[in-house]
């Protein structure tokens, strides 16, 4: 079992928002930098967002900049991905990551993350 659980995809028209949430099973990823992935059919997977673990820095791809808005409540424990501005070429399975080593003011994302999600799929289609 994965220890990371993605959930909130789903089909959406071009356009369409959707919301993806990410949760760890058995331990809190406040100490974690958190980042968000997708693989589209046939492509590589690509970073496409990235929070450190304090909240205070944030990157995007330049895909998704301006549209997606990642975000943590540390409080709560929870990891978002809210996706605006939906376009068919944002039709991916989405994986969150997870990674301690990361410095606390700072994120990066790269293949070697620590954990992993299974991922959900998101499909923009009208």
């Known amino acids: 079992q994965l220890p990371l659980v993605e959930s909130g995809g789903g089909l959406v028209q071009p356009g369409g928002s959707l919301r993806l949430s990410c949760a760890a099973s058995g331990f809190s990823l406040n100490d974690y930098a958190i980042a968000w992935f997708r693989q589209a059919p046939g492509k590589e997977r690509e970073g496409i967002s990235c929070i450190s673990k304090s909240g205070a820095f944030i990157k995007y791809a330049d895909s998704v900049k301006g549209r997606f808005i990642i975000s943590r409540d540390n409080a709560k424990s929870t990891m978002t991905l809210q996706m605006n501005s939906l376009r068919p070429e944002d039709t991916a399975v989405y994986y969150c990551?997870?990674?301690?080593?990361?410095?606390?003011?700072?994120?990066?994302?790269?293949?070697?993350?620590?954990?992993w999600g299974k991922g959900t799929l998101v499909t923009v289609s009208s």
């Open positions: 990551a997870a990674d301690r080593i990361q410095s606390r003011n700072t994120c990066t994302y790269y293949y070697g993350m620590e954990y």
